[in-house]
Each structure stands twice: as C-alpha cells, then as structure tokens.
C-alpha cells in the first residue's frame, strides 16, 4: 500500500495554464508538506498543514494555493503557470512535529 | 536556518562500512540531527535522527560529537541499493520551525 501518493506523476502543460497536483496519505498523519525540486535539484520547502490548518507558507508566490479538505489530503492549485515552475514537486506527511517524513515519488511538472 | 556543510560526494565498495561526515557547527541547543536519503527518481526517505546520544537502528547508525557540532551517518555495509544523495538536516522542535533544509547533500556512489 502507498502511504503518501500524489496525481499526476507527470504534467506537461502550457504557460498561463492553471493546473492542480493532488497528494493523499493513508498513515494517518497530522501534518502534511509541499516541497519543489528545482533542475538544480535543491529541495525547498513551500507548506506546511498541520490539522488542515496552514503552519508554514515559505514565501511561495500567491499563485500557488494549498488546500486541505481533510487531514489526509493536501492539494496543490498553480494559477498562470510560468517556465519558472517547471520542478518535481514532492508532497510529504509527517505523525507530528518532528517525527520522520514520509515522501511521495513526486509529480514531475513541466511547462513549456 | 541553521546549515549543515557536507562533502559533495563519496565512493565505497559494496561491503564496506560508509562515514558520511557532516558539519553544524551553528546548531542550537533544540535541534534535532536528521538524516535523509534521496535515491534515483524517487523522494527523500527517512534514515535515522538523534539530539544528543548515538543512536542506532536497522538502516544505519548516527554518530553525534560531544559539542554537537558535527555528526556521523554510518552505513555498516554499502550494498549497492545505498547508492543515493544522503542529506544531514538540522530541524527545529516547534510547528513553525518545523521545515527540513535541504543542502546539497553527499552523492555516494557504491561499487561491485
């Protein structure tokens, strides 16, 4: 079984398009995180949900917005989609603060 | 953030025990040492972590210097699945510190 899976694996779209990366754990886990691999393959941290409620929003242009419909889910909506974005995003969930991470396989975004 | 300096990358022959050396010399007195590694196409995944006290379990061991400046990821015996970018990340123990800082991280590259 998967404990954190995310949809799609791959996404290629077109600048200006708006698109949504989904990302689902079944571990039973308070906190969940967005983090983006650049090409250069730094991981950074975007958010962080704790309960459904945001902890950390890392200076993440507001295009970008998290949504948590439950503590199980955390989704991630991009607006105007720019060449910039282009990265794999990783979602991850977390027992509580401080306890290890489990990541997803990542979505691998590309805009073209 | 705090930041941790690690060499860029490592060499050993399937087998042998690995040292993966990392510095934190700027780490407070709440952070916790964690480990991670990232193999091909795949997300970060958990190895182990420590405040204070070595500690061990069944994917490696954590050295940690007395004066907690610098720490130690051993791997007893490299198989070649171990083969990966192995990041040391410094953690604070409170929600809104609650963010892994990804560094560049130790690429090792394993031998038959």
Known sequence: ????????????????????IKCEQNLGHDTMYWYKQDS?????????????ELIINETVPNRFSP????????NLHI??????????YFCASSQTVGSPLHFGNGTRLTVT | DAKTTQPNSMESNEEEPVHLPCNHSTISGTDYIHWYRQLP????????????SNVNNRMASLAIAEDRKSSTLILHRATL??????YCILR???????KLIF??????QVFP
């Open chain 2, 41 to 52: 196409s795949q997300g970060p995944e958990y190895v182990i972590h420590g405040l204070t």
């Open chain 2, 81 to 86: 699945r171990d083969a990966a970018v192995y």
């Open chain 1, 40 to 52: 250069k393959k730094f991981l950074k941290i975007m958010f962080s949900y704790n309960n459904k």
């Open chain 1, 79 to 88: 607006n105007s989609l720019e060449l910039g974005d282009s990265a794999v």
């Open chain 2, 92 to 98: 604070g123990p409170f929600y809104n510190t609650d």
């Open chain 1, 67 to 74: 949504k948590s419909p439950d503590k199980a889910h955390l």
């Open chain 1, 1 to 20: 079984d998967t404990a954190v899976s995310q949809t799609p694996k791959y996404l290629v779209t077109q600048m200006g398009n708006d698109k949504s």
């Open chain 2, 103 to 108: 560094g560049t991280g130790t690429r090792l």
